[in-house]
Nanobody, 113 residues
Framework: VQLQAFGGGSVQSGGSLKLSCRASGIVFSDFELGWYRQTPGKQRELVAKIDTSGATSYTDSVKGRFTISRDNAEATMYLQMDNLRPEDAATYYC????????WGPGTEVTVSS
């Protein structure tokens, strides 16, 4: 099983980034998917998740700015991040959960004010 995250980078406050997470080795459509983020010294937090029916949920701080989506045919999950703020800067991780939980390596997002 492998999850590969792409799309991190550095943007100015108010800018946008789109993260992608491609999975292999799993029946992608069976899995609940999520994006988490972590900054040094803090616990990893759930940013957004999407279930097998496509229902989504978001942490309050990103509602209206971030959009999670999935393409089961491509075994890929996305996180569109708009109107980025300095407090969104973190290492972002993708996650796939069914009976087990799989994590991808992080991709770093930097937001300058």
């Amino acid at each position: 099983v492998q999850l590969q995250a792409f799309g991190g980078g550095s943007v100015q406050s108010g800018g946008s980034l789109k993260l992608s997470c491609r999975a292999s080795g799993i029946v992608f459509s069976d899995f609940e998917l999520g994006w988490y983020r972590q900054t040094p010294g803090k616990q990893r937090e759930l940013v957004a998740k999407i279930d097998t029916s496509g229902a989504t949920s978001y942490t309050d701080s990103v509602k209206g700015r971030f959009t999670i989506s999935r393409d089961n045919a491509e075994a890929t999950m996305y996180l569109q991040m708009d109107n980025l703020r300095p407090e969104d800067a973190a290492t972002y991780y993708c996650n796939a959960k069914l009976l087990f939980t799989y994590w991808g390596p992080g991709t770093e997002v930097t937001v300058s004010s």
